[in-house]
């Protein structure tokens, strides 16, 4: 064997989150015509193969709440995709709560909730919107691996108890236990998906290689021993890694991380915004990162365009370092507003304290840190908080983001007299650049290591104008992302508001 890493690490998850059910009730069914509806999964992860026999278990309510059916077995169709079987609803609006694949019994698969631990694994997490207003209908599902680690409470199903297949008993297969774990600069990815390639040598023949997608976290998978050996390749933003497993190394479960490191991160150079109007995009405001030898930020320069098109500058960010190689303070003058912001660490490298003198106030906060139960990967779950405090002001205000896998999946800000915001938000797997800055913000708004694709924000007494909702990004080959297409809506509406694009150079 070339390279092979065995680890007795388990991951133990063990959060308790909201159930996707509400209790049974009275079901007001609408005196109207009724439609069919399909539920189309386009692939189950890690299988090549169809899988017969499966049946989906779903629970739908109405857009009242009621429950219309709850645990109810579809058998699923395998064409390409899976389908279920037809689906019939009166016409109107319901949600889908309730997603469980299973086969003689056994829970394979699942949808996640919202604000589960596996949440982050899917684009769509429930509950799922079903507008039954056509004839025809069909709803397109994502599921996941359930493996015999998980819980139904890492999928958000309170109460619900998963079945797993039982342990494989023979002696001529193993269990690969797979963990995809890359490093990039100082920041280590290992939640994140990946794609393996098994290139498998016979006894006998030549050799077939099969491609598996590896769910973010680790993924089990079984193969056969009586082969000559297995080569296993893994590849993520331009790094491959590589194992050769022999027969020797084929015992009962072969636990094996796999990924790769580059020492040092790309550096965001330039950052361009544009506003798209009248069919094209105008340019509007441009930061430029100046660096020291080490690759920390020293200074930020705002620029925005004058009516001749010629660049002005609209101030700029200074950084000041401590021995610790931390920021220990950044000076803010920018478009007229001067502001300081200072920072104070635990041995630990953790913030501990802020302070912010502006113009009209001086701010000061603590930080705290509650560890939440589960994780994914490697990675802690925590909730991070601040307790602000104003100078010439009567109240307090508090910040707290809730940092599932790295990302911050739900960020309150709220004050003591009763302004609020609540976001939640769904991310990618690829790399946010501001978090190899490792520039420390004030309202705890830039820690995730991923990327926003949609942000839900509701607020309360303050409301701003406009808010950004819809993220979507082109990429290059390291996972750095070279352009993000911006929506903004007016805050508490669907309405539409503007689009900008932000252009990076590394």
């Given at each position: 064997?070339?390279?092979l890493?065995?680890?007795t690490?388990f991951?133990?998850i063990?959060?308790l ?5 509400k209790?049974?009730e009275e079901?007001?069914y609408?005196?109207?015509e009724?439609?069919k509806?399909?539920?189309s999964?386009?692939?189950l992860?890690?299988q090549?193969?169809a899988i017969?026999?499966l049946?989906?278990?779903?629970t739908i309510?109405s ?7 709850e645990?109810?077995a579809?058998?699923?169709n ?7 079987d037809?689906?019939?609803?009166p016409?109107g609006?319901?949600e889908?709560?309730k997603l469980?694949?299973q086969?003689q019994g ?13 949440a ?8 799922i ?9 069909t709803?397109a ?11 139904a409470?890492?999928?958000g199903?309170?109460?619900?108890v998963?079945?797993h ?16 774990i890359?490093k990039?600069g100082?920041?280590v990815?290992?939640s ?7 290139t498998?040598?016979?006894?006998q ?5 099969q ?5 973010a ?8 021993k ?7 390749s ?11 497993l022999?027969?020797?190394?084929m015992t009962?479960?072969v636990?094996?991380?796999m990924?790769g490191?580059?020492?040092v991160?790309k550096?965001i150079?330039?950052?361009s915004v544009?506003?798209f ?5 105008i340019p509007q405001?441009?930061?430029?990162y ?6 920390q930020?020293t200074r ?16 700029t ?8 190689n931390k ?7 920018v478009?007229g ?5 200072y920072?104070?660490y635990?041995?630990d ?7 912010e003198?502006n ?6 906060a603590?930080v705290?840190?509650?560890?939440q139960p ?8 925590y909730?991070i908080?601040?307790?602000y ?5 009567y109240?307090?205000?508090?910040a707290?983001a ?6 911050a999946?739900?960020?309150?800000n709220h004050?003591?007299?009763g ?13 946010n ?5 490792d ?7 830039q820690l995730?290591?991923?990327?926003r694709?949609?942000?839900w924000?509701r607020y309360?007494?303050?409301?701003p104008?406009y ?6 990004y ?10 993000i297409i ?7 509406t669907?309405?539409d508001?503007y689009?900008?694009?932000t252009?990076?150079?590394?």
């Amino acid at each position: 064997m070339k390279k092979l890493f065995l680890t007795t690490l388990f991951v133990l998850i063990g959060l308790l989150l909201t159930s996707c059910k509400k209790n049974r009730e009275e079901q007001p069914y609408p005196a109207n015509e009724k439609t069919k509806f399909n539920i189309s999964i386009e692939s189950l992860p890690g299988q090549n193969n169809a899988i017969d026999g499966l049946s989906a278990v779903i629970t739908i309510k109405s857009a009242t709440g009621h429950l219309v059916i709850e645990n109810q077995a579809i058998p699923l169709n395998h064409r390409g995709n899976y389908v279920s079987d037809p689906i019939e609803l009166p016409k109107g609006n319901y949600e889908l709560v309730k997603l469980l694949l299973q086969h003689q019994g056994n829970t394979l698969f699942a949808t996640p909730c919202a604000g589960s631990i596996m949440a982050q694994q899917v684009n769509k997490p429930l509950a799922i919107s079903i507008n039954l207003q056509k004839t025809e209908h069909t709803v397109a599902i994502e599921v996941l691996a359930v493996t015999i680690n998980h819980k139904a409470e890492d999928f958000g199903y309170t109460g619900e108890v998963f079945n797993h297949p039982p342990p494989i008993d023979n002696a001529d297969d193993f269990v690969l236990n797979l963990k995809p774990i890359f490093k990039v600069g100082k920041i280590v990815y290992d939640s994140i998906p990946a794609v393996l390639n098994i290139t498998t040598y016979p006894l006998q023949g030549n050799p077939t290689t099969q491609t598996y997608y590896i769910a973010a976290g680790g993924q089990k998978l079984t193969l056969a021993k009586k082969v000559a050996k297995y080569k296993l390749s893994i590849a993520k933003w331009g790094m491959i890694d590589e194992v050769e497993l022999e027969q020797a190394d084929m015992t009962s479960e072969v636990k094996l991380f796999m990924g790769g490191s580059t020492e040092v991160a790309k550096k965001i150079k330039t950052e361009s915004v544009y506003l798209f109007s009248g069919g094209r995009w105008i340019p509007q405001t441009r930061k430029e990162y100046s660096y020291n030898a080490l690759g920390q930020v020293t200074r930020i320069t705002h620029l925005s365009k004058a009516t001749d098109g010629s660049p002005v500058t609209d101030g700029t960010e200074e950084l000041i370092y401590q021995a610790n190689n931390k920021v220990s303070e950044i000076r803010y003058q920018v478009n007229g507003t001067n502001k300081v912001n200072y920072f104070w660490y635990k041995p630990d490298g953790k913030l501990e304290r802020m302070k912010e003198i502006n113009e009209e106030d001086t701010i000061t906060a603590e930080v705290s840190y509650l560890a939440q139960p589960g994780k994914t990967g490697i990675t802690n779950n925590y909730q991070i908080g601040a307790t602000y405090q104003y100078s010439r002001r009567y109240y307090k205000q508090y910040a707290t983001a809730e940092m599932q896998g790295g990302n911050a999946y739900i960020y309150t800000n709220h004050t003591s007299h009763g302004d609020s915001e609540t976001t939640t938000a769904t991310y990618d797997f690829n790399i946010n650049p501001y978090a190899h800055l490792d520039i420390p913000d004030f309202w705890l708004t830039q820690l995730s290591k991923h990327n926003r694709l949609n942000k839900w924000s509701r607020y309360e007494t303050y409301i701003p104008k406009y808010n950004a909702y819809q993220f979507s990004y082109t990429y290059d080959v390291e996972g750095f992302p070279k352009e993000i297409i911006t929506k903004y809506n007016i805050s508490n509406t669907a309405t539409d508001a503007y689009i900008t694009k932000t252009v990076f150079t590394y």
